[in-house]
């Protein structure tokens, strides 16, 4: 089975950055899709990004596009999640995701001045 770690969470200002990272370990990353989700305390999970196995086709959540991009490195079985223009509603708990139904144990990101 896969595991997941993600890093690269924090404290940033609105309009700041993030790159969200995920490295995965027990079996190839490339033979999966991957994505990201986001939760806050009361909500259910959110799917933010995919990032389809074969083909490199992208989908985000409309109130990330443009702004995220999603991407991998299947050498080095790494996923990530660049965050732009980030705002006070991205704030959540950032979860790795992969289409073994593998889950990281989540990364924080708070957006606040």
């Known amino acids: 089975q896969v595991q997941l770690v993600e890093s690269g969470g924090g404290l940033a200002q609105p309009g700041g950055s993030l790159r969200l990272s995920c490295a995965a370990s027990?079996?190839?990353?490339?033979?999966?899709?991957v994505g990201w989700f986001r939760q806050v305390p009361g909500k259910e999970r959110e799917g933010v990004s995919c990032?389809?196995?074969?083909?490199?086709?992208?989908a985000y959540v409309d109130s990330v596009k443009g702004r995220f991009t999603v991407s991998r490195d299947n050498a080095k079985n790494m996923v990530y999640l660049q965050m732009n223009s980030l705002k006070p509603e991205d704030t959540a708990v950032y979860y790795c995701?992969?289409?073994?139904?593998?889950w990281g144990q989540g990364t924080q990101v708070t957006v606040s001045s």
């Open positions: 027990g079996d190839t990353l490339g033979d999966y899709t």
């Open positions: 990032l389809s196995r074969v083909g490199g086709v992208t």
């Open positions: 995701w992969c289409s073994e139904d593998s």
